[in-house]
């Protein structure tokens, strides 16, 4: 009998935990909010749907004078990524990544720009 009590107790401490970390994870998403100033680049890696098209959007806005699209095909232009899309005031302040194929990579390769 003791044993199935501290079962319950633990199970109990361990939910109330999960509980608090999930409420305080959710009060501090709640609380984000887009950084209002400008950027040096905005670097997008690439692999993830809609990630250059939110790259592009704020490009656009000119939140920064660089966009820096990371981990793009050796054979990909600006043109076949933006297939038929406005982009925008200076296609020159585009920069095509085409050397990384990881996470890992991409954040070396675009250190150097």
Known sequence: MKSKKTVIFISSVV??????????????????????GKADAIVV??????RIDKGLELFNKKRADYLIIAGVDKDATIESIFFKRDIGFNAGKIILEKGSTSTYENAIAIRNY
Not at 15 to 36: M, P, T
Not at 45 to 50: S, V
């Open 15 to 36: 939910l109330s935990l999960l509980l608090f970390l999930y409420l305080d994870f959710a009060g501090n998403v709640s609380g984000y909010r887009e950084n209002a």
């Open 45 to 50: 890696l690439t692999g993830g749907l809609g």
